[in-house]
């Protein structure tokens, strides 16, 4: 049985291990491995997801029977009223091809209607093919970015954004 519940404080780890086994794969054609390296450390720490969490992040895991099996990262209200920012959605590549990354997008939609946001705004690596994935869902390209993360690396994304019907 699939089911998708939010992460505590306690659980964060589980967000740490899953990212840790995806984005090897996720980005191997993409990233260096220093980089690759760089980018785990600066975002998936205990640390760096603790102060997301007391930042306004919200992290939900979604499960196959027991085992947690990918997870979402949203914040309400960021950067500003009314944006729900997709920081992060990521499902173990096994697990792709069969609906979890739509439920989490869904799950993500439904949070935002909830919470009376107006738009879904998510970043994706120009050079990831996740990008296909979300304009099949309704995504559109708002923008092209290049985000300096430190110690010489850029992300370089599109920004894309999901309309909220009232």
Do not use: C
Request: without cysteine; proline residues 2%.
């Amino acid at each position: 049985m699939q089911s998708i519940r939010s992460l505590s404080a306690t659980e964060i780890h589980l967000v740490q291990e899953l990212a840790y086994k995806i984005w090897p794969i996720a980005y191997k054609e993409i990233l260096s491995q220093d980089q690759l390296d760089y980018m785990l450390n600066w975002m998936y720490s205990i640390e760096s997801l603790t102060q997301q969490l007391q930042e306004g992040h919200h992290y939900f895991g979604i499960y196959d029977k027991n085992e947690t099996i990918g997870f979402l990262d949203i914040q309400p209200n960021y950067p500003e009223n009314g944006v729900l920012k997709l920081n992060k959605i990521y499902v173990l590549p096994s697990y792709h091809g069969k609906g979890f990354g739509f439920q989490l997008i869904q799950f993500a939609i439904d949070f935002a209607t909830k919470s009376k946001q107006k738009t879904i705004e998510l970043q994706v690596n120009r050079f990831n093919k996740a990008k296909d994935f979300y304009s099949k869902i309704g995504f559109t390209i708002k923008e092209e970015k290049d985000f300096d993360i430190g110690n010489g690396y850029f992300m370089n994304d599109f920004v894309m954004e999901f309309r909220i019907e009232e």
